[in-house]
């Protein structure tokens, strides 16, 4: 399994855009990208996933450079419900093996006012 | 549509006792994953299971750990003889099928304290 690499913690603002980049250098060509997010005690819950160049919805974007050796999660215009802790996971999602996800650090972003 | 079920929300357990862990999942989902989570740590597999099944146990202790998915009822994480290392909110995840990681939903876990 690929291992990613991703900042410990980050502090924004209210109506500031934060971007959480993750590294794997390893990751695999069958491999995706996903990220989720991790309120103060409650589950994780899955935001956006991808494998190569650009992923938009509702909640963030996800850029992904050609290499694929790292990704950049984008959150626009955060509120102070955005304080969690983000997780990068790379995987197949496509495999048996894959759905046992696996977990870094994370990335705790703290939304001031 | 009601989400991933656990019960107890908090577990308060002393040392030797036993803990049992319940999970149900969403409707229609047939696939559960157990995980665990130290404080400040990411979660940590340790089970998947199908109805009836164990899929992949590989990431339980070998010693007083086991999980069951009956046909009916909810899930069952026991952990038999607490130690105070067990002290650990433990998740619950479903899916519908097996295909795809990004349909794994989570449930509000369990927090169990082994005093």
């Known amino acids: 399994l690929a291992k990613t690499t991703q900042p410990i913690s980050m502090d924004s603002y209210e109506g500031q855009e934060v971007n959480i980049t993750c590294s794997h250098n390893?990751?695999?060509?069958?491999?995706?990208i996903t990220w989720y997010q991790q309120f103060p005690s409650q589950g994780p819950r899955f935001i956006i996933q991808?494998?190569?160049t650009k992923v938009t919805n509702e909640v963030a974007s996800l850029f992904i450079p050609a290499d694929r050796k790292s990704s950049t999660l984008s959150l626009p215009r955060v509120s102070l419900s955005d304080t969690a802790v983000y997780y990068c996971l790379v995987g197949d999602p496509f495999k048996a093996a894959g759905n046992k996800l696996t977990f870094g650090g994370g990335t705790r972003v703290l939304v001031k006012p | 549509n009601a989400g991933v079920m656990q019960n107890p929300r908090h577990l308060v357990r002393r040392r030797g006792q036993e803990a049992r862990l319940r999970c149900s999942p969403m409707?229609?989902?047939?696939?559960v994953y157990w995980y665990r989570q130290l404080p400040e740590e990411g979660l940590k597999f340790m089970v998947y299971?199908?109805?009836?099944?164990?899929?992949?146990e590989s990431g339980m202790p070998k010693e007083r750990f086991s999980a069951e998915f009956p046909k009916e009822g909810p899930s069952i994480l026991r952990i038999q003889q607490v130690v105070r290392g067990d002290s650990a909110a433990y998740f619950c995840?479903?899916?519908?099928?097996?295909?795809?990681?990004?349909?794994?939903?989570f449930g509000p876990g369990t927090r169990l304290t082994v005093l």
């Open positions: 299971l199908q109805k009836e099944n164990i899929i992949d």
């Open positions: 991808g494998y190569k």
């Open positions: 995840a479903s899916s519908p099928d097996w295909t795809r990681a990004d349909t794994q939903y």
């Open positions: 390893n990751i695999a060509t069958n491999d995706y």
């Open positions: 409707k229609g989902h047939s696939h």
